[in-house]
């Protein structure tokens, strides 16, 4: 058992996106985090510099469309969360956990839209 609270981390996350603060969100990954983002073909960032690039542009985007928590769920590795930005557009995103309590990875996939192309994550 871990002594961090995932789902709480997660919640975070969510209001870091919410709020625009890119600061704060990438402080919540470890510094060898990795998003494997599978939206529009499959694509790795792997430490703060390739997740600041990743994040800014979405962040400016979606922040002011609005993030949704729509299900959050503990898995026994992690967390799994779907959220959706702008009211409609739904992501599932599965998260997994540095010892140190830090995001160590997230793969982000799209939901309920089939291979659309999501382009929010």
Sequence with gaps: MRDFDQMGIV????DACRKG???????????????????NG???YRG?????????PRLNAFSSAGFGLEEINPVPNGVDLE???????????SFRFSPEGKIHSTLCVPAR?????????
């Design 11 to 14: 919640v975070d996350w969510l």
């Design 42 to 44: 499959t694509h790795l």
């Design 113 to 121: 839209q089939g291979s659309q192309n999501c382009g929010a994550c």
């Design 83 to 93: 959220y959706s930005v702008a009211g409609a557009l739904r992501i599932h995103a």
């Design 48 to 56: 703060r510099r390739e997740l600041e690039t990743y994040w800014g």
């Design 21 to 39: 603060d890119l600061a704060t969100l990438l402080d919540l990954y470890a510094d060898d985090a990795e998003i494997e983002c599978t939206c």
